[in-house]
């Protein structure tokens, strides 16, 4: 009997803002007069709004990690039929790069696919705070449904 995986990426991205470059006055004031732009990735520079531009990241970001995952690890590495929930943490950092990427599972094989399949996403256009690159964090649950 053949176990089959049905990837769903809800991308819920949980945006934390790295801004190491800030002075405390800047950053005490941060909230008050925020003036944020979120990363762009390809396909999102005709956005306006930041809402816009995060919806249009999520969307590239799920059909990215559906052409670049591959099943077949995660068919092959004996996962229990039902959901599974991996958390994968990064950021794009200040350089637009994908770094410090983090996967919450046990299973190495699947740790490195995941980590593999983030590391050909290319540059982004990084986030700004007053004009200035900043890294930004992100939270992507991806849900695994296993199925025989």
Known sequence: ??????FILLLIFSQGIYAQDLTIDEWNNFESNINYTPPIISGCTSKKSNDEINSCLTQKFRK????KLRIDVFNSNNLEVG????????KISNKGRIVDIKVRNGNLKIVNEITRAFKTFGRIKPGKIDGKPV????KIPIYI????
């Open 1 to 6: 009997m053949k176990i089959h995986a049905l």
């Open 64 to 67: 990215r990690l559906e052409r």
């Open 83 to 90: 959901k599974h929930t991996i958390n994968v943490f990064f």
């Open 135 to 138: 890294g930004v964090y992100f």
């Open 145 to 148: 449904e296993i199925y025989k």
